[in-house]
């Protein structure tokens, strides 16, 4: 006999007690909403008393020779680090849900799962956990461009965790993977961790075609792992988050200019090749932010995803809602056939840049 | 009879309470931390009895044509604004003291001032106020160049304040520096508000030497005013930042890109004239960041001024810790003999960027 739903509050309870308990189209789960020892945060637990853990953080590298030695001993298998959102796939109670990065079902993932991927891989492997980056210029969690998804988004299984709860080793997930035709966050091979040469050209190619990075796991010990990411990633969410910078923490934007200044110098380049686009990012950023508010009154970010049923569309903005902070408002904009599909459209709205444009903007003086 | 020592404090007390009473060279004062009724922050009384307001925040404008017509109905005297700091100097009981904005008596300026202006116009007119900014490369307060202040620090008179608070108009300001040889902020001269062009080649030429900006101040009511910058006026202050990212509000430097933006609209160019000098200005700050990091061990914004007596030194020292927000450290780090006089360098130490390097830039994986 599997926990009852009130089994799930005292589970909660006896994991620290941050979280909360949910429920899915009649599926009920409970969330942890931190770290509680071994569990991270977004751990789950169903009724049957299965409890899936949280998608772990992994560690960066902020310089590729010096953090290779540091962290391996043995080659790594490189992939690639996709810019999308995490989610866990898997089977429970014969339905396929996909959990959000902190423990929720996501409505969209789960209802376009059968778009994404085959779900045969769960017939065969129940206790599977499929650990992947969906991605796309039409996602509900993102917005700007995402190379090599030219529309919608895309699914990239990057781990598989099993019912012990460890993941995989990389042969053994491609094997899967190619099994069941699942669709695999590319994979450029085992590296030797004197094979820097080659691992630099992968990362000038992905930085040249504007790709995040890359996230090394050791060979024969998939646990140990870290990522690296492009000065290309660093512009991008600096440009994608200019009008948010006010809504998120300085250090969001010191961060990547000071991952852009480690990236560049450790390839021997000069900055002023990077100071251009630099400013691009900030300037046509605000200067949009700027445009929209005096064309529609105030800043939205524009979200866009495709759903092929109109109800999952609320159901998704009803998510959002419950889980953005208290400073970013969710906003219905429009819902569209698209041929068999409804292309659903919304805004986030960030309350700091708006207060700060009605000021600037206003007949007023500042007083700053 | 003025009120003794302890009536500073009664005095303090009647008028919110927020500030404190200090002590310089056996004058006691007492200073206001916060605006009250009337009074703005930074307001001082001496035991004479004598109040001397605070300097009033000048609103700003940030589009020039829509700002002129909204807040002048007559013509307006336009003077450069500098960027330095700002004091109120005056005599009192026989001494010229130097008051800063938050109405401490600046140790520094004040033992500066005999070498920054004549003092004999307060021989003939003890009751005046003279709001003057000190601006260069060698400033307590401030780093980075300053156009037309190749060394040292120079003192621009921009306001006369008589015994009743009101600020002299123009003609009045201008005939009392002249014949005090008193050293005066430039000013461009009286616009009526439809010459427009002509103050908009004095934005421009201002613009392209780097200066900070003007002040408006309305021909007959000097008390209505209002600032307008320039763009590059905010590059300089995001490149000499950039260290501070972290310790200044994010709001700092959006609002500061938003001017540049705004700027450069209302002049109808194309924002990529300034994008790469925007990237520079904070990659360069960042990069020379990590270098001071490397090669010091720390981050560490470094001020230079010239004293003609060592003993000074320690005093504007202690001053600026006792004024600096607990995240800054000041370090003294250098008294050098310089001719006639003594070069004091010292450093302010910007802690959040220091542990965020010591992250960065440290061997272990980053969590972010």
Redesign the interface.
């Known amino acids: 006999m599997g926990p009852t739903p009130a089994d799930l509050k005292a589970w909660l309870a006896d994991h620290g007690g941050r979280g909360s308990v949910r429920r899915y189209h009649g599926l009920d789960y409970a969330r942890l909403a931190d770290d509680w020892e071994r569990l991270p945060r977004g751990s789950v637990c169903f009724p049957s008393g299965r409890v899936v853990p949280g998608y772990p953080?992994i560690?960066?590298?902020?310089a590729l020779r010096?953090?290779l030695a540091?962290?391996f001993d043995a080659p790594v298998w490189v992939e690639e680090k996709l810019d999308g959102y995490n989610v866990r796939i898997l089977r429970e109670q014969g339905r396929t849900l996909a959990l959000t990065r902190g423990g929720f079902v996501c409505p969209f993932t789960t209802h376009r799962l059968a778009d994404l991927m085959p779900a045969a891989v769960f017939d065969d492997h129940p206790e599977l956990v499929l650990c992947a980056e969906v991605a796309g210029p039409e996602s509900p969690y993102q917005i700007g461009p995402v190379p090599g998804v030219a529309q919608d988004v895309a699914l990239f299984v990057f781990d598989v965790m099993g019912a012990n709860g460890a993941y995989w080793d990389a042969p053994d997930k491609n094997a899967l993977c190619q099994a069941y035709a699942l669709p695999r966050a590319p994979c450029f091979g085992r590296f030797r961790l004197d094979q820097l040469a080659e691992l630099e050209a992968v990362i000038r190619r992905l930085d040249a075609e504007g790709r995040e990075g890359v996230v090394c796991k050791q060979d024969g010990a998939p646990e140990r792992r870290?990522k690296y990411a492009t000065a290309a990633a660093s512009l991008q969410h600096i440009r994608t988050s200019a009008a948010q910078?006010?809504e998120?923490?300085?250090?969001f934007?010191?961060?990547r200019?000071?991952r852009?200044?480690?990236f560049e110098?450790e390839r021997g380049r000069a900055?002023?090749g990077?100071?251009?686009?630099?400013?691009?990012a900030?300037?046509?950023g605000?200067?949009e932010a700027?445009a929209q508010f005096r064309r529609e009154g105030r800043v939205a970010l524009r979200y866009r995803c495709r759903v092929n049923d109109p109800s999952v569309a609320d159901e998704l903005l009803a998510h959002l809602e419950k889980t953005s902070g208290h400073e970013v408002r969710i906003r219905h904009h429009a819902l569209e056939r698209v041929g068999d599909q409804w292309r659903l459209t919304f805004d986030r709205i960030p309350a700091?840049?708006n207060g700060?444009?009605r000021q600037?903007?206003g007949?007023?003086?500042?007083?700053?």
């Open positions: 953080r560690g960066r590298m902020l010096a953090g540091a962290h870290a910078l006010l998120l923490p300085a250090q934007f010191v961060e200019i000071l852009l200044v480690l110098e900055l002023a990077r100071s251009g686009a630099l400013g691009h900030l300037l046509d605000l200067a700027v700091h840049i700060l444009l600037l903007l007949p007023q003086l500042v007083y700053d």
